[in-house]
């Protein structure tokens, strides 16, 4: 959903807690550009069910700069599956989106970590959404390269970045990467991506931009 969505920091019988700070030039979900000049807050979470792992998140974009305010919310539950070297963990996955337009969409994914060669330095994910209210479908393909360090910086990671999707009605492109610092409690980042969309329902973009936030445990 957003970069100020991150790991689970807080833990307690099963259940796992995180929270963001985040400013964002542009605010995209899936290509969509939903505000500008975002300062935005988010929490997340997950629960160990034994059998699955209930997650859900809420992200808020407060009205700011005449812009009207940005809520998102996710549900969803996730499942390991053992195939050995193919193994993945699957997720069904409702979001709702309360913007100047609102919409709500669902997803099924999967995301591997342990692919023959490739595993041992990118994740890949595929999710396939469908939402009736901007009336588009398709595929969108997430691959994370794993955290490099920053030489003779000690708590410093760079970690690389690419997202595509193709939709039947849109389609974009994501490259980018983040620079984190890990204090412990807290994880300040700066991250840059450029991002292209054609034929997009909110209007094409062709540019950069640029995050900085604070992840928290508690």
């Not at 490259?175 to 980042?189: E, I, N, S």
């Given at each position: 959903m957003s970069a100020a969505l991150m790991a689970p920091s807080v833990q307690a019988e099963g259940l796992?807690?995180?929270?963001?700070?985040?400013?964002?030039?542009?605010?995209?979900v899936r290509g969509l550009n939903y505000a500008e000049d975002a300062l935005g807050v988010g929490l997340n979470g997950s629960y160990d069910l034994n059998w699955a792992t209930a997650f859900g998140?809420?992200?808020?974009?407060?009205?700011?700069?005449?812009?009207?305010?940005?809520?998102h919310t996710a549900f969803g539950l996730?499942?390991?599956?053992d195939l050995g070297a193919f193994?993945?963990?699957?997720?069904?996955?409702?979001q709702h989106h309360n913007a100047a337009i609102d919409s709500t969409e669902v997803g099924f994914g999967v995301t591997f970590d342990s692919l023959p060669i490739i595993g041992d330095f990118v994740d890949v994910g595929l999710t396939l959404w469908d939402n009736n209210d901007l009336d588009y479908n398709g595929i969108e393909l997430s691959v994370y390269g794993s955290?490099?360090?920053?030489?003779?910086v000690e708590g410093f990671g760079l970690t690389p970045f690419f997202e595509l999707g193709e939709f039947d009605t849109y389609d974009y492109?994501?490259?980018?990467?983040t620079l984190g610092y890990d204090l412990g409690k807290v994880q300040p980042y700066l991250s840059t991506f450029w991002l292209e969309s054609e034929d997009s329902p909110f209007g094409d973009e062709d540019g950069w931009t640029v995050q900085t936030g604070l992840n928290f445990s508690f």
């Amino acid at each position: 959903m957003s970069a100020a969505l991150m790991a689970p920091s807080v833990q307690a019988e099963g259940l796992t807690v995180d929270a963001s700070l985040e400013y964002s030039t542009e605010h995209y979900v899936r290509g969509l550009n939903y505000a500008e000049d975002a300062l935005g807050v988010g929490l997340n979470g997950s629960y160990d069910l034994n059998w699955a792992t209930a997650f859900g998140s809420v992200y808020n974009v407060p009205n700011i700069g005449g812009d009207g305010a940005v809520n998102h919310t996710a549900f969803g539950l996730a499942r390991g599956v053992d195939l050995g070297a193919f193994s993945f963990t699957g997720s069904l996955e409702l979001q709702h989106h309360n913007a100047a337009i609102d919409s709500t969409e669902v997803g099924f994914g999967v995301t591997f970590d342990s692919l023959p060669i490739i595993g041992d330095f990118v994740d890949v994910g595929l999710t396939l959404w469908d939402n009736n209210d901007l009336d588009y479908n398709g595929i969108e393909l997430s691959v994370y390269g794993s955290t490099l360090e920053v030489p003779f910086v000690e708590g410093f990671g760079l970690t690389p970045f690419f997202e595509l999707g193709e939709f039947d009605t849109y389609d974009y492109v994501k490259v980018g990467g983040t620079l984190g610092y890990d204090l412990g409690k807290v994880q300040p980042y700066l991250s840059t991506f450029w991002l292209e969309s054609e034929d997009s329902p909110f209007g094409d973009e062709d540019g950069w931009t640029v995050q900085t936030g604070l992840n928290f445990s508690f």
